[in-house]
């Protein structure tokens, strides 16, 4: 299976993005919601509220479905094709799970909870509601996971993680989610990735009729005249 073979040669990307989530999942469940939030919110300076107010807009759908065009504009149609289908399934899994648990964002939980939080970034429109998952963080690992599977190149790897672990910590520092929508955010990302480039590179699902015939005709003809 190709997907299985790409996964096992970028293993390094995968298990690290694994580790990762699994020891902020441990870090979840050891603190309270408001706890784990402020051991994250420790820090803030003026230049990284500029930054990660501006950095977080990488996380946007338009992000992927400009990648997407490029892609498609210089004739790489399956990697667009993926790239598209990654970002469409994740946003789509995204809502659902939004609309399904309504879970409250920062600054609407603490004010139920009657916890003063101060620290919102200027210029920032802070939501209230559906916080479980992060829409943002899975269009991140959505792109990035995609990238680092189409292009075969390990080197970009590390680049691809930091900058979707960038964009998911973005939104916990802007007070817009708590770390468990990060994590399941990042999580659906990396899975409709996989699934979407399981679809066209291995299923071939979205393959014109004419070239199924010809893929078709090509197959029956090798196995009429083995080597």
């Given at each position: 299976?190709?997907?299985?073979?790409?996964?096992?040669?970028?293993?390094?990307?995968?298990?690290?993005?694994?580790?990762?989530?699994?020891?902020?999942?441990?870090?979840?469940?050891?603190?309270?919601?408001?706890?784990?939030?402020?051991?994250?919110?420790?820090?803030?300076?003026?230049?990284?509220?500029?930054?990660?107010?501006?950095?977080?807009?990488?996380?946007?759908?338009?992000?992927?479905?400009?990648?997407?065009?490029?892609?498609?504009?210089?004739?790489?149609?399956?990697?667009?094709?993926?790239?598209?289908?990654?970002?469409?399934?994740?946003?789509?899994?995204?809502?659902?799970?939004?609309?399904?648990?309504?879970?409250?964002?920062p600054k609407y939980f603490f004010?139920?909870?009657?916890?003063?939080?101060?620290?919102?970034?200027?210029?920032?429109?802070?939501?209230?509601?559906?916080?479980?998952?992060?829409?943002?963080?899975?269009?991140?690992?959505?792109?990035?996971?995609?990238?680092?599977?189409?292009?075969?190149?390990?080197?970009?790897?590390?680049?691809?993680?930091?900058?979707?672990?960038?964009?998911?910590?973005?939104?916990?520092?802007?007070?817009?989610?708590?770390?468990?929508?990060?994590?399941?955010?990042?999580?659906?990302?990396?899975?409709?990735?996989?699934?979407?480039?399981?679809?066209?590179?291995?299923?071939?699902?979205?393959?014109?009729?004419?070239?199924?015939?010809?893929?078709?005709?090509?197959?029956?003809?090798?196995?009429?005249?083995?080597?």
């Amino acid at each position: 299976m190709h997907t299985l073979k790409r996964l096992t040669k970028l293993n390094c990307y995968f298990f690290t993005a694994l580790v990762i989530l699994l020891l902020a999942i441990i870090f979840n469940f050891s603190f309270s919601k408001t706890e784990g939030f402020l051991i994250f919110n420790r820090f803030h300076t003026r230049w990284l509220d500029i930054f990660f107010k501006y950095i977080t807009n990488l996380g946007d759908g338009l992000i992927s479905i400009l990648v997407a065009i490029i892609l498609l504009t210089i004739r790489k149609k399956k990697k667009a094709l993926t790239v598209a289908l990654a970002y469409i399934y994740s946003g789509v899994l995204v809502q659902v799970a939004k609309r399904i648990f309504h879970m409250p964002r920062p600054k609407y939980f603490f004010e139920q909870t009657l916890f003063q939080y101060n620290h919102f970034v200027e210029g920032v429109n802070v939501h209230g509601q559906n916080s479980f998952p992060s829409g943002h963080t899975a269009s991140a690992f959505a792109l990035a996971t995609v990238v680092v599977l189409v292009f075969k190149k390990k080197e970009i790897s590390f680049y691809c993680l930091f900058f979707a672990f960038l964009i998911g910590y973005s939104r916990i520092y802007l007070a817009q989610h708590f770390l468990i929508d990060v994590i399941f955010g990042a999580a659906a990302g990396i899975s409709c990735a996989i699934l979407s480039y399981h679809q066209v590179y291995d299923l071939k699902l979205f393959r014109s009729a004419k070239l199924n015939r010809r893929y078709k005709q090509l197959k029956i003809t090798g196995q009429a005249n083995p080597i």
